[in-house]
């Protein structure tokens, strides 16, 4: 019996033992493991069983992307103004032995690696450009901060510059500069107005004159053509009366000469002429001589006719 019991108690004691040195590492850790005081492995994701008394888990590491938010360090630009900068580091660890036995207390040595390399950073800068070149001051401290990790197995993903402090003073002055600054644009932007409308008003006046003097100078060619018009009627019915007056006379002429006219005929046509031309109005009258004796040929026909009458 006393056996018996001595076996239970040594199977309990194994069993104690073993479900102690069992151990689960979960997912994105990862343990470091030493075995007599020496490196051992490093154990990833999954169940593990350390050896008892003779292994022992000396780091464990959480491989996951972490943040470090920096305190204000205070730094002084070419210019000799001091300021204070915080930063914000992003980093991973990459490699669980180099993060274990790379560097005593890691976070510290990223925190003072941040300081002295802003320092080094801002110091060739001048405030204007401190204030204005954030990325390039991120840009240059991921690029060495990361190649300063590497042996401690630390990859530096991301450097943000969270809050540039100058000076009170400087901050003054700046805030005086800004509200200059914002004065000086508001007047361009008031002068520009102004000129702009100015120059508006002096082009829509410009272009309301151009707009008259060309209706006014349309207008007179109308009236200049519809006068012309008016005189080419004018003269065309003229020439139609001279036309058809001709025209009537040619044709008195053509029927006269046609109808063989006598002597008399042309005497009494010439003494008609005479007396239109006249009118009554002349006082004395200068007859050709050929017509005189045409009148007494006139007055001979005259008194046949009459005779022949009675």
């Given at each position: 019996m006393a056996g018996f019991i001595s076996i239970a108690v040594i199977v309990v004691v194994l069993i104690v033992l073993i479900a102690s040195n069992v151990r689960v590492v979960p997912q994105a850790h990862a343990y470091v493991v030493?075995?007599?005081g020496a490196y051992a492995g490093t154990w990833d994701t999954g169940l593990h069983i350390k050896i008892p008394l003779i292994d022992r888990v000396a780091k464990k590491?959480?491989?996951?992307?972490r943040?470090?938010?920096?305190?204000?360090?205070?730094?002084i630009t070419k210019d000799n103004v001091t300021m204070k900068i915080d930063t914000v580091v992003y980093y991973q660890i990459t490699d669980p032995k180099l993060y274990a036995y790379g560097v005593s207390r890691p976070i510290v040595a990223i925190e003072n690696l941040t300081a002295t390399t802003l320092r080094n950073i801002i110091g060739q800068l001048e405030l204007d450009e401190t204030l204005t070149s954030r990325d390039l001051i991120n840009t240059q401290m991921r690029s060495i901060l990361d190649e300063a990790t590497d042996p401690w197995g630390?990859?530096?993903n991301r450097v943000e510059v969270k809050n540039i402090l100058p000076p009170k003073d400087i901050q003054e002055a700046m805030e005086k500069q800004m509200r200059a600054e914002r004065e000086r644009r508001r007047a361009i932007l008031e002068a520009e107005g102004t000129k702009k409308s100015?120059?508006?008003?002096?082009?829509?006046?410009?272009e309301a004159a151009i707009l008259d003097a060309e209706a006014r100078k349309r207008a007179?060619?109308?009236?200049?053509?519809?006068?012309?018009?008016?005189?080419?009627?004018?003269?065309e019915g003229h020439a139609e009366a001279i036309r058809q007056v001709q025209q009537a006379t040619a044709d008195g002429i053509e029927f006269i000469k046609?109808?063989?006219?006598?002597q008399a005929v042309i005497a009494l046509k010439s003494f008609d002429a005479m007396t239109r031309v006249a009118d009554g109005q002349a006082t004395k009258?200068?007859?050709?001589?050929?017509?005189?004796?045409?009148?007494g040929l006139v007055a001979s026909i005259t008194e046949v006719a009459k005779t022949a009458k009675e």
């Open positions: 030493e075995r007599l590491v959480v491989l996951k992307e943040v470090v938010d920096f305190p204000p360090q205070p730094v630390i990859k530096v100015a120059i508006l008003e002096a082009e829509g006046r410009k007179k060619i109308l009236d200049a053509e519809a006068k012309k018009e008016a005189e080419i009627r004018e003269a046609k109808s063989d006219p006598s009258i200068i007859i050709p001589s050929e017509m005189q004796n045409l009148g």
